[in-house]
């Protein structure tokens, strides 16, 4: 069964930092594109970032680009979104997501940005 | 670049079928054969019904349906039933490119 866990989001000061996590199993982690899709509260779905199977090819929504960093550790089957100068407005649900058609998604990690 | 549109709100009668529009433009939707598809129920996470325009995952409703025309895709719902009172979010692939992917706004279907 695919599995995707995210965790390590909190309350944050605006202007900090945070790393979120996904632990994937279930499937051969290393062969998939993987992504991160936040969902703002009461808001709609947001992507966010992609980054390929090697981990070679990263892209990024505008709104994040040069603030927040994804890689993977395909080693671990894990994914992460480093996040740098959080606003208040980057306060959201954070899923991990699998593959270009999303076929599969976490549970979420809330991030609440606020003083 | 702008969310894709889709009307805010739907709703039907157990056992109507109703449709829910989802407009891009002739560089997204209009462009690609990659338009998704999702269903989300409240404090859950997304779940994809339809992907590449009109293709089902395994396991999901032969109740859902995708199609497309110009700039336009559409997911239609027959048979509705109460367990498909939930949001909809569209979504296209743009490129691979900054912004590679555009969601919709959401579609609340409110089964009467």
């Known amino acids: 069964e695919v599995q995707l866990v995210e965790s390590g989001g909190t309350l944050v000061q605006p202007g900090g930092s945070l790393r979120v996590s996904c632990a994937a199993s279930?499937?051969?982690?290393?062969?998939?594109?993987m992504n991160w899709v936040r969902q703002a509260p009461g808001k709609g779905l947001e992507w966010l970032s992609y980054?390929?199977?090697?981990?070679?090819?990263?892209y990024y929504a505008e709104s994040v680009e040069g603030r927040f960093t994804i890689s993977r550790d395909n080693a671990r089957n894990s994914l992460y979104l480093q996040m740098n100068s959080l606003r208040a407005e980057d306060t959201a649900v954070y899923y991990c997501?699998?593959?270009?058609?999303?076929?599969?998604w976490g549970q979420g990690t809330v991030v609440t940005v606020s003083s | 670049q702008s969310a894709l549109t889709q009307p805010a709100s739907v709703s039907g009668s157990p056992g109507q079928s109703i449709t829910i529009s989802c407009t891009g433009s002739?560089?997204?939707?209009?462009?690609?054969?990659?338009v998704s598809w999702y269903q989300q129920h409240p404090g859950k996470a997304p779940q994809l019904i339809i992907y590449?325009?009109?293709k089902r995952p395994s396991g999901v409703s032969n109740r859902f349906s995708g199609s497309k025309s110009g700039n336009t895709a559409s997911l239609t719902i027959s048979g509705l039933q109460p367990e498909d009172d939930a949001d909809y979010y569209c979504?296209?692939?743009?490129?691979?490119?900054?912004?590679?992917?555009?969601f919709g706004g959401g579609t609340k279907l409110t089964v009467l």
């Open positions: 980054i390929s199977t090697a981990g070679t090819t990263i």
């Open positions: 997501v699998r593959d270009w058609t999303f076929d599969y």
């Open positions: 979504c296209s692939y743009v490129g691979r490119t900054t912004s590679s992917v555009l």
């Open positions: 002739s560089r997204d939707v209009g462009n690609y054969n990659l």
């Open positions: 590449e325009v009109t």
């Open positions: 279930g499937f051969i982690f290393s062969n998939w594109e």
